[in-house]
């Protein structure tokens, strides 16, 4: 017992930067894939002309396959035609397509789930769509949108370990250096994962602060 | 004001209206009653071009809401509407649920907005209300807030869709008589609602649809004294029978 936590006061440093790199793809993920999901959302229920079909195959194939095989396509796949990226932008990328799909599902049903008539509102006032999206049906839509949109953003907190395939070192790959030097796998990879455990955790609490935010301001 | 020629509209095969006309002149309140499914809901919102319509044309103070070319929200802006549901804005204070349009659509100053809109509160008798959310209210002063919300773009008309049909019997009464002042103030109503006594005591004309149609166009008087038709009769015994 001595000897891991000799062993974890030595790894810690190199753990805690990997850490710091998952937190850094989670963080930037998310907003990236927060903004390209609700994009991809409105074009989707605009039935904007081509780019709302476009946009449903984009969501079909990034919930179809999987996300190691898409990081492998845009950082192994695409230099074959030219398209070159650094593997933090290619890591950053693959983790953004892929939760922006799912974001975009969930406040896609969320927009859906605002009430017909709370459109025919706004529009019996003047506003226009964008209007009426921007200013009555989002806020209404957001709140009920807060625990399926937590779900995927924990799940990619998870997920940033797949991008320890292409050279990134975030906490996986930070983890499996040290194990190989130290040939210690058991209390190093129980480390990661408690590491992870935590991150959740803290996004968890973040969801219920903002889930009571939004019910303040909605009070009934 | 409003003015309704030989509308029809039709959801795929199914005919919801047919070839509707009629008229609300300025200042007038028009009732518009009959069966539910007999497409007056259907009739109000198309005249603020809520629902779309296939043949005959809607002309609202000039302009025609039919079309393609009509600026519908500023059309919108001038027409006020009154909801089943009330349908305020849940997650605004009732301030902000009165503000929003005026600053968004009109482009008013945000402190004329809020301004305007605590008038009318108090004129519908909730400026004690301001700071709180719709939730927090009962069905009658929703309804009444709804209504200042509508009369806070200044409209020209005001439209009513069944705007007591949700509302528990004790509260009714507080909603007819913000509506009973609108009219003795002049305000152009078109009202679908099934209150005859709010009919009897505002309303210059009473139109009774049946099956998508206008079957009846009468004042007030000939409506209540003799309806022409068996089917305005049958209704009109149902619902004056208590």
């Not at chain 1, 000799?6 to 963080?27: D, M, S």
């Not at chain 1, 194990?179 to 408690?194: D, E, G, R, S, V």
Request: charged fraction near 20%; include cysteine.
């Amino acid at each position: 017992m001595d000897s891991w936590i000799e062993l974890l006061h030595t790894a810690w440093p190199f753990l805690i930067r990997g850490a710091g790199y998952t937190v850094f793809f989670a963080l930037i993920a998310m907003v990236l894939g927060l903004a390209l999901g609700f994009a991809v959302a409105l074009v989707r229920i605009a039935r904007v002309p081509v780019l709302a079909q476009a946009a449903a195959v984009y969501v079909s194939a990034m919930r179809g396959t999987p996300l190691l095989v898409q990081i492998f396509v845009i950082y192994y796949g695409l230099p074959s035609v030219g398209i070159e990226f650094e593997p933090v932008t290619a890591g950053i990328l693959a983790l953004t397509l892929n939760v922006a799909a799912y974001l975009s599902e969930s406040m896609r049903g969320a927009i859906a789930g605002v009430s017909r008539n709370q459109w025919l509102a706004g529009y019996s006032l003047g506003l226009n769509w964008w209007q009426t999206m921007r200013h009555v049906i989002a806020p209404q839509a957001l709140r009920l949108a807060v625990p399926s949109l937590s779900n995927s953003l924990i799940s990619l907190i998870k997920d940033t370990s797949l991008v320890s395939v292409i050279t990134v070192t975030e906490l996986m790959l930070a983890t499996k250096e040290v194990i190989a030097q130290t040939f210690q796998p058991l209390p190093l990879y129980l480390a990661a994962a408690a590491i992870y455990w935590v991150l959740s955790a803290l996004f968890e609490r973040v969801q219920r602060a903002v889930e009571k935010k939004l019910e303040l301001a909605h009070r009934h | 004001m409003i003015s309704i020629k030989n509308v029809s509209k039709w959801y795929g095969d199914f005919q919801v209206l047919t070839d509707c006309t009629t008229e609300v002149s300025k200042g007038e309140v028009v009732v518009v009653c009959g069966p539910s499914g007999s497409g007056k809901s259907t009739l109000i919102k198309c005249v603020n071009g809520l629902e779309p319509f296939q043949s005959g044309d809607i002309i609202v103070d000039g302009i025609s809401v039919g079309s393609p070319k009509t600026d519908l929200p500023k059309l919108r802006s001038r027409v006020g509407m009154v909801f089943q549901h009330f349908e305020l804005f849940p997650h605004l204070s009732i301030t902000d649920n009165l503000a929003l349009a005026q600053i968004k659509v009109l482009g008013r100053k945000e402190d004329e907005a809020k301004k305007k809109g605590l008038a009318l509160l108090d004129r519908v008798g909730l400026s004690a209300h301001a700071a709180k959310f719709p939730g927090q209210l009962s069905g009658g002063q929703q309804q009444r807030v709804a209504i200042a919300r509508a009369l806070a773009m200044d409209p020209i008309a005001m439209l009513f869709d069944e705007p007591t049909s949700a509302l528990d019997p004790e509260m009714i009464n507080e909603v007819l008589d913000v509506m009973v002042q609108l009219a003795h103030e002049g305000m152009t109503m078109m009202c679908v609602t099934h209150e005859m006594g709010f009919a009897r005591k505002v309303a210059n004309r009473v139109i009774f649809m049946d099956k998508g149609a206008i079957v009846e166009d009468a004042n007030k008087d000939e409506f209540f004294g003799s309806p022409r038709s068996e089917r305005a009769q049958a209704f009109l015994s149902k619902i004056l029978q208590h």
